[in-house]
């Protein structure tokens, strides 16, 4: 190719490219949909399963209700404020100077509590695909098990740091109101009483043996609900 003939074949590039582009569907049939709404109100039901508690004293699985507020940021970017509650989750209360059948002194059942804040992220950007919007969020924030007094085996679930990552998806309607589905690994730090704790030999009855006494663990978040969205 010449140097005369290369202005051309460039100019040729530039006008194909947007031709090219508008190859496929017509905006009629395209399975992308330009999104609705600046600000979003969620109302969803589910449940929290807590995991991983070496000392089997943590709330256990039980029904959560929360409310998510969002605000678009920028692009595809959104604000989120979510607070969940649990209105009665059952946990075991142990008595660790005490061994067999005597060491769990009943069930306690108390309400449990979650704020928390951070960011969203649309996947599709502010389109819809085929009328689903696969989402990224993560945040951090705080929980609370109800009371402030400690058990017979001096344990309290008590105020907890948080931390969290998860998936959801916009069932998008076309209207106001749309669907939503959200699945959540939700991660907060446990704080045993030293009575707990033993030395990990073969005689050792203690309820942790030589497990740390503060382990982080996850704790899934299961969430459908309708969303309210606000200034289009």
């Not at 109302?43 to 209700?65: C, E, H, K, L, N």
């Not at 001096?154 to 998806?169: D, V």
């Amino acid at each position: 190719m010449t140097r005369r003939a290369l202005p051309f074949a460039l100019a040729a590039l530039a006008l194909a490219a947007p031709l090219g582009a508008q190859v496929g569907h017509t905006p009629e049939n395209s399975p992308y949909e330009d999104l609705r709404g600046k600000q979003a109100l969620t109302f969803g039901i589910g449940s929290i399963a807590p995991g991983g508690d070496p000392a089997g004293v943590g709330p256990r699985t039980g029904m959560q209700f929360n409310l998510r507020y969002e605000l678009l940021m920028k692009g595809p970017l959104w604000l989120q404020t979510r607070f969940a509650y649990a209105p009665q989750l059952e946990r075991t209360v142990k008595d660790p100077l005490a061994t067999g059948a005597a060491r769990n002194d009943g069930i306690s059942r108390r309400p449990h509590a979650l704020l928390e804040a951070g960011f969203g992220l649309n996947l599709t950007g502010n389109k819809s695909w085929h009328r689903i919007v696969p989402q990224l969020h993560g945040g951090l924030g705080w929980a609370t098990g109800g009371s402030a007094l400690y058990d017979v085996g001096g344990y309290r679930f008590g105020n907890k740091f948080t931390l969290s990552y998860g998936l959801g998806a916009r069932l998008v309607t076309g209207r106001e109101w749309e669907g939503h589905v959200d699945v959540t690994h939700l991660f907060w730090k446990y704080g045993y009483p030293e009575d707990y704790r033993g030395d990990g030999s073969p005689t050792d009855n203690s309820i942790l043996g030589d497990q740390p006494l503060g382990p982080w663990k996850g704790n899934l978040l299961l969430s459908v609900g309708m969303t309210r969205f606000f200034f289009r």
